[in-house]
T-cell receptor, first 113, second 113 residues
Framework: SQQGEEDPQALSIQEGENATMNCSYKTSINNLQWYRQNSGRGLVHLILIRSNEREKHSGRLRVTLDTSKKSSSLLITASRAADTASYFCAHPPLRGGYQKVTFGTGTKLQVIP | GAGVSQSPRYKVAKRGQDVALRCDPISGHVSLFWYQQALGQGPEFLTYFQNEAQLDKSGLPSDRFFAERPEGSVSTLKIQRTQQEDSAVYLC???????????FGPGTRLTVT
């Protein structure tokens, strides 16, 4: 079963607005990753944040991590229609290697042109 | 360079039939993963290979599911005596030595009628 939960489940915004989605997880982690999935390009890795980091930026993406609350957020600034996709957080186990990544349930983002 | 490829992209099977799904990972990637994704859900881990060794198969839902990677490259996921609940998208991913980022294939959509 999936251990992470994204919130909201669905989000609809106008092009140019910012989109924020949140992720909660249940176990201790050493890193958390965000992935995007759309029909055109499939599932694509966006960004990774390590447990000793609180914030990370990549282009229009900003990720925060609060390990005390077991939560992360993904902010997409100046959204574009091409950002329409489902976004998932994912994390490997703290121990035992990185292989068994657990994905959340996803946030479905629609950006209206 | 080529990404992860999967075949077939779509498969319709009658209940009780056996199916075989193929994954060609990125050349040189030692880690290979299989996931099952139900409609509207995030991917769920099935199994993990490091080279030809299957190190984790804890996510395989039943003994009808079998995966192999005999030469440490191409992998096949086999489902015997398919059931309707096996209908899903099956995703394959690969990653390099020591890397967290996974590269996903386009998936095989399996429909069991």
């Amino acid at each position: 079963s999936q251990q992470g939960e994204e919130d909201p489940q669905a989000l609809s915004i106008q092009e140019g607005e910012n989109a924020t989605m949140n992720c909660s997880y249940k176990t201790s982690i050493n890193n958390l990753q965000w992935y995007r999935q759309n029909s055109g390009r499939g599932l694509v890795h966006l960004i990774l944040i390590r447990s000793n980091e609180r914030e990370k930026h990549s282009g229009r993406l900003r990720v925060t991590l609060d390990t005390s609350k077991k939560s992360s957020s993904l902010l997409i600034t100046a959204s574009r229609a091409a950002d329409t996709a489902s976004y998932f957080c994912a994390h490997p186990p703290l121990r035992g290697g990185y292989q068994k990544v657990t994905f959340g349930t996803g946030t479905k983002l629609q950006v209206i042109p | 360079g080529a990404g992860v490829s999967q075949s077939p992209r779509y498969k319709v099977a009658k209940r009780g039939q056996d199916v075989a799904l193929r994954c060609d990972p990125i050349s040189g990637h030692v880690s290979l993963f299989w996931y099952q994704q139900a409609l509207g859900q995030g991917p769920e881990f099935l199994t993990y290979f490091q080279n030809e060794a299957q190190l984790d198969k804890s996510g395989l839902p039943s003994d009808r599911f079998f995966a192999e990677r005999p030469e440490g490259s191409v992998s096949t996921l086999k489902i015997q005596r398919t059931q309707q609940e096996d209908s899903a998208v099956y995703l394959c991913a690969s990653s390099g030595q020591g890397a967290y980022e996974q590269y996903f294939g386009p998936g095989t959509r399996l429909t069991v009628t």
